[in-house]
């Protein structure tokens, strides 16, 4: 199993920048797909995650009405729409896969892609 981020780079604080991420196969040979993202010196924090076939999404309170997560009508990548930026969204931001329902959470996940950094600066 591989995923593979890409979209990143940076961005002035208020602009928007959209994610995306390639998993090997297709995304319904997946139950949930997430996002998360870890900053310099802090935990790695979730983010937001779709689960297929129950068509639910979550979102952390932080990037609530700001980011939206979606997948494309293909079912082989999932986006992450990133709005109105801000300094603090500042992360490297990992796509990770499940086979099974689990919480958005990150040791909820077993299949990581490397990441793709984002930093809002001006």
């Known amino acids: 199993v591989s995923l593979v981020e890409s979209g990143g780079g940076l961005v002035q604080p208020g602009g928007s920048l959209r994610l995306s991420c390639t998993p090997s196969g297709s995304i319904s040979d997946y139950t949930a797909i997430g996002w998360f993202r870890q900053a310099p010196g802090k935990e790695r924090e979730e983010v937001s995650c779709i689960s297929f076939g129950y068509g639910t999404t979550n979102y952390s309170d932080s990037v609530k009405g700001r980011f939206t997560i979606s997948d494309d009508i293909a079912k082989t990548m999932v986006y992450l729409q990133m709005t109105n930026l801000k300094p603090e969204d500042t992360a490297v931001y990992y796509c990770?896969?499940?086979?099974?329902?689990?919480?958005?959470?990150?040791?909820?996940?077993?299949?990581w892609g490397q990441g793709t950094q984002v930093t809002v600066s001006s």
């Open positions: 990770a896969a499940s086979r099974i329902l689990v919480p958005c959470r990150p040791l909820e996940f077993d299949y």
